[in-house]
C-alpha cells in the first residue's frame, strides 16, 4: 500500500499515498438532520462490468480479473466514515449461499485495524449499522447473527408479505416501512434512516439499490473505481438498471486519481463524482 498514485484531476504535480485517501473526505461530517449524505461506490472495468458470471455459483461476482487490495482499501475507508451501511436482501441470499464476497466492512483484519482506530478517534460507533433493503424479504435470519453486534435493521414496503414481516420480527430484526408499494421508496428510506440520526449512509449492495437511490435523486457522491481492462462476457452487471432516466442525471468530477499498481497487468482510475 506504500506506492503512490498520481491525481490527475484536479491537476496536481505530487504524488499521494494511497492509504488515507479517502479517509480525508470526512464524509461523517457531510450529512445534517434533515438531509443525511448518501454514497455509494462501485468497481468497473473498462467495458462496464461491475459482476459477472463465474463457473459453480447461482450469482454474479465482482470480476476476480478486477477487484484487488488497493481498490478494497479505499472502500474499507468509506466504510470507516458511514453511520450506517445500506446492503439488499440478494446479498445475504448470496451469504447464505457461500457466495458472497465478503462480509459487510469494516473488516477486522489487520490491515484495516487504523480505520476502526480512525472510528474511535472521531467518537463513532465501533462499528456502522446495517440496513437491508427488501422486498421479497427472503432473507435468511441465521446470516444475520453475523451482524447483531451492531443495529441492524430491514427497510421494505408495504406490501412486503405480513408472514415475512413476523418471521424477521420474532428473530429480533427491525422492519422499517418505507414506500406504499412492495418496493422500497428511496425518499422515504433516507428519511427513515434520517429519522433515527444516520446521517452518513454508504450503499454497498449493486445496481437495484443504486437505482433506488438515483430515482428517488437522493445520492449525494458516487464513488467509481474504472479498472483499464475489457472483460467481455455475456452475462453481466452495470451499475444501473430500469427504464431510461429521464432526464439524465448529470454527474460532475470532484477528483481523479491514476493507479499504476494494480490490477495484474493494468492499471485504475479511481474517480470521484457529484450529482449536477
Ligand atoms: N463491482 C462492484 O463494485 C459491486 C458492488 C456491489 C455489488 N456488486 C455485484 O452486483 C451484484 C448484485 O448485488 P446486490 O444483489 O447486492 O445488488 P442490488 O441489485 O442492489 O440488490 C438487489 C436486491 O436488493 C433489493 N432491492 C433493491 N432495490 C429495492 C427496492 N427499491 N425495494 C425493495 N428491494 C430492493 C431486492 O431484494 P429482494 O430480492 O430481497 O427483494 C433486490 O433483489 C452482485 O453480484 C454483486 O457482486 C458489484
Known amino acids: 500500500m506504500q506506492t503512490t498514485i498520481t491525481r490527475l484531476y484536479p491537476p496536481s504535480e505530487k504524488d499521494y499515498p494511497l492509504q488515507g485517501l479517502y479517509l480525508e473526505h470526512g464524509l461523517h461530517k457531510m450529512g445534517r438532520p434533515g438531509r443525511p449524505f448518501?454514497?455509494?461506490?462501485?468497481?468497473?472495468?473498462?467495458?462496464?462490468?461491475?459482476s459477472v458470471a463465474g463457473t459453480g455459483r447461482s450469482s454474479l461476482e465482482v470480476p476476480k480479473a478486477a477487484a484487488n487490495s488497493r481498490d478494497w482499501r479505499l472502500y474499507q475507508e468509506l466504510a470507516g466514515q458511514a453511520d450506517v451501511l445500506v446492503s439488499s436482501g440478494r446479498?445475504?441470499?448470496?451469504?447464505?449461499?457461500?457466495?458472497?464476497?465478503?462480509?459487510?466492512?469494516?473488516?477486522?483484519?489487520?490491515?484495516?485495524?487504523?480505520?476502526?482506530?480512525?472510528?474511535?478517534?472521531?467518537?463513532?460507533?465501533?462499528?456502522?449499522?446495517v440496513a437491508i433493503i427488501s422486498g421479497s424479504l427472503?432473507?435468511?435470519?441465521?446470516?444475520?447473527?453475523?451482524?447483531?453486534?451492531?443495529?441492524?435493521m430491514v427497510i421494505t414496503g408495504d406490501q412486503?408479505?405480513?408472514?415475512?414481516?413476523?418471521?424477521?420480527?420474532?428473530?429480533?430484526?427491525?422492519?422499517?416501512?418505507?414506500?406504499?408499494?412492495?418496493?422500497?421508496?428511496?425518499?422515504?428510506?433516507?428519511?427513515?434512516?434520517?429519522?433515527?440520526?444516520?446521517?452518513?449512509?454508504?450503499?454497498?449492495?449493486?445496481?437495484?439499490?443504486?437505482?433506488?437511490?438515483?430515482?428517488?435523486r437522493v445520492l449525494g457522491r458516487l464513488y467509481l473505481t474504472l479498472t483499464h481492462q475489457l472483460l467481455a462476457g455475456m452475462t453481466f452487471n452495470t451499475l444501473t438498471q430500469g427504464a431510461s432516466l429521464v432526464p439524465a442525471l448529470g454527474m460532475q468530477l470532484l477528483t481523479l486519481y491514476h493507479d499504476t499498481h494494480a490490477p495484474e497487468g493494468a492499471s485504475q482510475w479511481f474517480s470521484c463524482f457529484e450529482p449536477r
Open 38 to 50: 448518501v454514497y455509494s461506490n462501485f468497481i468497473a472495468s473498462l467495458d462496464g462490468r461491475i
Open 91 to 129: 446479498f445475504f441470499r448470496q451469504s447464505a449461499a457461500g457466495e458472497a464476497q465478503d462480509t459487510l466492512p469494516v473488516g477486522k483484519e489487520d490491515a484495516f485495524s487504523d480505520i476502526l482506530e480512525w472510528r474511535r478517534q472521531h467518537k463513532l460507533p465501533e462499528q456502522p449499522a
Open 138 to 152: 427472503d432473507i435468511p435470519l441465521a446470516v444475520l447473527d453475523t451482524y447483531r453486534t451492531r443495529p441492524l
Open 160 to 216: 412486503a408479505p405480513p408472514e415475512r414481516v413476523s418471521e424477521l420480527r420474532d428473530g429480533g430484526i427491525e422492519i422499517i416501512f418505507a414506500g406504499s408499494e412492495q418496493n422500497v421508496d428511496g425518499q422515504a428510506m433516507i428519511e427513515a434512516l434520517d429519522e433515527r440520526g444516520y446521517r452518513s449512509i454508504y450503499a454497498v449492495a449493486g445496481p437495484g439499490v443504486f437505482r433506488t437511490l438515483i430515482e428517488a
